[in-house]
């Protein structure tokens, strides 16, 4: 935007001289659109302490354990948001009373509404689970949970609560260049909370790099949506997960390495999904399959004999999705993947694009060994449980609570 503003500038200067006043004065009236920085992130500065209401502690006790989260507002379909609501709904079902609060959202007007949109998007399946459209509706809970970088700044300065947590499902930092919002999204690994970390890269580069005190959860897959299918053809057909508006996901590596696979195999047939891909030069055959519905997705895995996942942060949910479907996830090697994959249940490849072709074309050649991959892919997808996830996570925060309540003497009167 700045830059635009200035050719603008420059613009109607030099038109100013030719005397095009008509001209100038409608530009005049854009150069004075600003961006209003210090507002957009004004609650970074806002350290005002929301204090602790010593009476609602007092009267809770003898009650459930209750958890605020703070969640940043959603559109239809975000992988974080369905994580988020995944362990809500599991917390619920083991005893904890939890209530979930928009962080700077404008989308609902009333909390009834938020709840039906939540409902039909997103599977809140616990009608006791309450929801609120903003953070200003928060009271007192024995534990508060940031759920994204900018939320923990609200949670920073909201004291009433016995414990601060920060469920943290990838190192938010690494979303921007290296600038104001990288530095933003780190700070808030220095606020003191306890991280309920997605994976061990995670909770380790946390606890080492910012000395926070962590507990790490693992990844399963959703039983109703993800189940093994039979391939219906013989056609060599690969999956990529394709998210160019994603700079994590790596998508002009994979193009790349896909663009070379099928100039060796032409006869492979290349299936995108995640975004629309129409706009990009692709040269070789290949499906446009876009943003894909949930219910889609585990056979669109199965027709395929590799779904190349690439991650430059976090691993995301779908290995597992691809194993618990029948085909193989082909991922990048680091320890950002290898605390749930390797190569006994996925094939592990380099961030090179020539490599990630050979190895792909390798496996095609080598059909017994990618079908003993297979096998051991969908065995391992079945051995990992989100209920079993959920109660180390419910350990983590009875926990925290427990021993914050028990150091602080103003908790004990």
Same mark, same amino acid.
């Given at each position: ?13 030099c038109?100013?001289?030719k005397?095009?006043n008509?001209?100038?004065?409608k530009?005049?009236?854009v150069?004075q ?27 809770a006790?003898?009650?459930p354990?209750t ?22 709904n ?6 904890? !009373? ?9 989308s609902?007007?009333? /909390? ?12 809140i399946? /616990? ?21 994204s ?9 909201? /004291?009433?609560?016995?414990s ?23 700070n808030?690994?220095?606020f003191g ?8 890269w ?28 039979? !391939?219906?053809?013989n056609? !060599?057909?690969l999956?990529?997960?394709?998210r ?11 193009l790349?390495?896909l ?18 891909v129409?706009?990009y ?14 219910d ?5 895995y199965?027709?395929?004999?590799m ?20 085909s193989?996830?082909v991922?990048? !090697?680091g320890e ?10 996925s094939?592990?490849?380099d ?8 190895t ?7 059909p ?5 991959i ?12 989100w ?27």
């Amino acid at each position: 935007m700045a830059k635009i503003i200035t050719l603008i500038k420059k613009t109607y200067r030099c038109l100013r001289k030719k005397g095009i006043n008509g001209i100038i004065e409608k530009i005049d009236n854009v150069s004075q659109t600003k961006t209003d920085v210090i507002g957009f992130y004004d609650y970074i500065m806002d350290v005002t302490p929301i204090p602790f209401d010593e009476e609602a502690y007092n009267n809770a006790k003898g009650g459930p354990v209750t958890l605020n989260w703070v969640i940043p507002e959603m559109g239809i379909g975000s992988g974080g948001h369905i994580n988020i609501f995944r362990f809500v709904n599991n917390l619920q079902e083991l005893g904890i !009373k939890n209530r979930m609060y928009i962080f700077k959202g404008n989308s609902w007007d009333t /909390n009834e509404s938020l709840k039906k949109f939540l409902i039909e998007n997103y599977e809140i399946y /616990n009608s006791d689970i309450e929801v609120y459209t903003d953070v200003s509706y928060m009271e007192f809970a024995h534990g508060t949970v940031a759920t994204s970088w900018n939320t923990a700044y609200y949670v920073r300065k909201f /004291n009433n609560t016995i414990s601060k947590f920060y469920f943290v499902q990838d190192f938010e930092p690494y979303f921007f260049a290296m600038g104001s919002e990288y530095m933003f999204a780190e700070n808030t690994y220095k606020f003191g909370f306890r991280g309920l970390t997605a994976g061990d890269w995670l909770k380790n580069k946390l606890e080492k790099e910012y000395g926070m005190e962590t507990t790490s959860f693992g990844f399963s897959y959703d039983r109703d949506l993800y189940t093994e299918k039979e !391939k219906r053809d013989n056609v !060599k057909r690969l999956f990529f997960y394709a998210r160019p508006v994603t700079a994590r996901r790596a998508f002009e590596l994979g193009l790349l390495a896909l663009n070379e696979i099928t100039k060796r195999m032409p006869e492979i047939e290349v299936v995108f999904a995640g975004w629309d891909v129409s706009n990009y030069e692709i040269p070789f055959v290949h499906l446009n399959g876009g943003s894909v519905k949930l219910d889609a997705l585990s056979d669109l895995y199965a027709q395929c004999d590799m779904c190349l996942v690439l991650s430059n942060t976090n691993l995301s949910l779908l290995p597992l999705e691809v194993m618990a479907s029948n085909s193989v996830a082909v991922c990048t !090697k680091g320890e950002n993947s290898e605390w749930l994959v390797n190569n006994e249940n996925s094939i592990m490849v380099d961030f090179d694009p020539v490599a990630i072709a050979d190895t792909i074309i390798y496996y095609y050649n080598h059909p017994d060994e990618l079908e003993s991959i297979r096998k051991k892919g969908v065995e391992f997808a079945h051995n990992t449980s989100w209920e079993k996830e959920a109660k180390k996570v419910y350990d983590a925060v009875m926990k925290g609570i427990r021993e914050d309540e028990e150091k602080c003497p103003d908790f004990r009167r």
